[in-house]
């Protein structure tokens, strides 16, 4: 992908965020009961089921170096991981603050929180954990095994609020002009979520083949281990 | 300014600071590992 059309691809982006911005402050209307802050929605939504995705992403790179053994997949699955670490993140500090207004409390042990911060919590592991692990091989084993069990945290997040009886609520009946405002931040939140594992994954990408070419100036035929790409 | 205004301001802000500043550090990273390679390159 050239230079030119990824850097159009980020001023797209922060130029959505910044209508997106601007649409909550002139276009979308005041919720009634919480006032200005119920506009976090708008931001707590779609960052919330881009973790998912992202989380998803890990899922599907674990399985595919665990099937492959090829280093692409490992790097896919450690930058998606990266990637929901941070969108839950957002999801969580967006949620606190939401709640503040919402319900009198920062926290509350309900199902959904509760597995949203294990949640955050496990991926957040992951990451910690690789670095630790001796071994590009050994590592990416052990974090593909870990990203598939991790997963399994996903679908409880989702359906927490629909199996137990949570605080939380499970829909919300907005306004049209509301709908919309949802609709529209959607596309940068995704945008910038798809530009930040796309651009960490080449990253990693870089510093794995960098890493393989220090490697093989100590070998005989000059060729990257096995397993190394 | 009231609290529900502040404490929205607050949420878009560290939401916004967190994905963007994730997005720089990926930038500085990935100068900071060319400049790596091309030193690397140089010692060949």
Redesign the interface.
């Known amino acids: 992908m050239s230079r030119t059309l990824i850097r159009l691809y980020w001023l797209l982006t922060a130029a959505l965020f910044a209508g997106g911005i601007a649409m909550l402050i002139a276009w979308t209307p005041t919720e009634v009961t919480m006032g200005p802050v119920q506009k976090i929605f708008y931001i707590h939504l779609p960052a919330a089921i881009c973790t998912f995705f992202a989380c998803l992403l890990t899922f599907i790179a674990s399985i595919g170096y665990l099937l492959q053994r090829q280093r692409r997949w490992d790097d896919l699955a450690s930058a998606s991981a990266s990637v929901a670490v941070v969108l839950a993140s957002v999801v969580l500090i967006t949620g606190i603050i939401w709640g503040k207004s919402a319900w009198g409390q920062w926290w509350t042990w309900s199902p959904r929180l509760t597995f949203s911060l294990i949640l955050w919590l496990l991926y957040v592991v992951y990451l910690l954990i690789r670095p630790s692990i001796a071994g590009s091989q050994r590592r990416a084993v052990v974090s593909a095994v870990y990203g598939v069990i991790a997963f399994l945290d996903v679908p409880l997040v989702y359906l927490s609020v629909r199996l137990m009886p949570d605080i939380h609520p499970s829909s919300i009946q907005l306004a049209p002009a509301m709908q919309w405002t949802l609709a529209y931040w959607f596309l940068p939140v995704t945008m910038l979520a798809v530009g930040l594992v796309v651009a960490q994954y080449r990253l990693q990408r870089r510093a794995t083949l960098h890493s393989a070419a220090h490697l093989s100036d100590y070998t005989a035929t000059g060729a990257a281990p096995a397993g190394i790409v | 300014m ?1 609290q ?2 502040t ?2 301001i ?3 802000a ?3 600071g ?3 500043g ?2 720089a550090w ?2 500085l ?2 100068r900071k ?1 060319g400049r ?2 091309s030193a ?1 390159d140089e010692h ?1």
Do not use: V
Request: without cysteine; charged residues 10%; hydrophobic residues 50%.
């Open positions: 009231s529900e205004e404490f929205g607050l949420g878009y560290a939401a916004l967190l994905m963007w994730y997005a990926i930038w990273a990935g590992l790596s390679n690397t060949r």
